[in-house]
């Protein structure tokens, strides 16, 4: 099992720093992010799967096709400014770049195929939608006007494909966000802040686990994940806080060398920010995806990746760790 786990986080460590040196190596102004897209694909519709086959694994019926569209083009929304510049480089200036004073922005284009996603949605259900009449309670019961809707309808089904695309597609659009940032300063700022936001929300995963082998006496939250205890999650905190201080101390400084100056670099305190937030918010991210495995009376999100689950094993803290990253980040920059 260790031996399992152990090899498919090397592949995947091996798969993500290439991906990101690629990225680092080929970047240019205005199209920094493009190269990692199938990076986070990988990571956004592979989580989107697993949380799809447990919904339909449980008896919960949601379009799976639906929510791989939704989300591939809600975190690829923040790409479209990048992408039009490299075509714009590719035709060397004949197509105009992607205009600065664009009302829209960058993550305007993820609200926007957000709000896109949801109207889908909803057209597909007005395709299919078949009526159902509503069943009447026995009139001996307690409730005798009270009536029964089918177990699966076209609400159940629209509002579970929303959660998951939304869920999902939300937090992976600020991921490409955060590799964007600082690029008035350097190409690679973005590129140092993701990889601090990784590094620091992972090393508490690892720092949890540790602290609570050894230490751990007090349970967190038994009746979601019996394994977590209140030493661990200290553990996490104090362990992302030091890996945080690490990266803004020694990887900005590697990554950014073309900085004009250094206080275009975030100072080394974020780190008393930055590490605690994301290892708690990397925690609940956990223990969100813990509640729904239960609910839906599986182990593992899914069978991907040998010895760590599905993918969703993986991005479940990343996910709701990115915000808070994206804002510190942002400030920083």
């Known amino acids: 099992m260790l031996i399992d786990r152990l090899r498919s986080a090397a592949v995947l460590i091996a798969i993500a720093v290439g991906c990101l040196f690629v990225d680092a190596k080929f970047s240019t102004p205005g199209t920094e992010g493009l190269l990692v897209i199938p990076l986070l694909l990988f990571f956004a519709l592979g989580t989107t799967w697993d949380v799809t086959s447990l919904l339909k694994s449980s008896g919960r019926d949601v379009w799976r096709a639906g929510c791989m569209i939704g989300v591939g083009a809600i975190s690829l929304g923040p790409a479209i400014p990048a992408l039009v ?14 205009p600065e004073n664009c009302p829209i922005g960058q993550l305007g284009w993820a609200l926007t195929m957000a709000i896109a996603s949801l109207f889908a949605l909803l057209i597909r259900e007005m395709r299919t939608y078949v009526a159902v009449v509503p069943k009447e309670l026995d009139a001996s019961s307690e409730s005798a006007n009270s009536i029964v809707l089918p177990a699966s309808s076209s609400i159940d089904r629209t509002m579970r494909a929303a959660f998951v695309s939304l869920y999902v597609g939300l937090p992976m659009s600020l991921l490409f966000a955060t590799r964007g940032l600082g690029s008035d300063i350097s190409t690679s700022w973005g590129l140092a802040a993701l990889l601090t936001m990784i590094a620091t929300t992972k090393s508490a995963d690892a720092g949890a686990y540790f602290a609570g082998k050894a230490l751990g006496r007090h349970k967190l939250i038994p009746r ?10 200290i553990g996490g905190v104090v362990m992302s806080t030091f890996v945080a201080m690490a990266c803004l101390r020694w990887l900005f400084p590697a990554l950014v060398a073309d900085a004009n100056t250094v206080t275009s670099l975030p100072a080394t305190s974020w780190a008393f920010i930055l590490g605690p937030a994301l290892a708690i918010a990397g925690m609940v991210g956990d223990l969100a995806e813990s509640m729904f495995k239960r609910d839906c009376g599986a182990k593992d999100s899914g069978n991907w990746l040998p010895g760590l689950g599905g993918v969703w094993d993986v991005t479940d803290s990343l996910i709701a760790a990115i915000l808070p990253a994206f804002l510190c980040l942002a400030a920083a920059a």
């Not at 510049?85 to 992607?98: K, M, P, R, T, W």
């Not at 979601?224 to 999650?233: D, F, M, R």
């Open 85 to 98: 510049n490299a075509v714009s480089q590719l035709s060397g200036g004949e197509i105009g770049a992607y």
């Open 224 to 233: 979601l994940s019996p394994g977590k205890t209140w030493e661990g999650a």
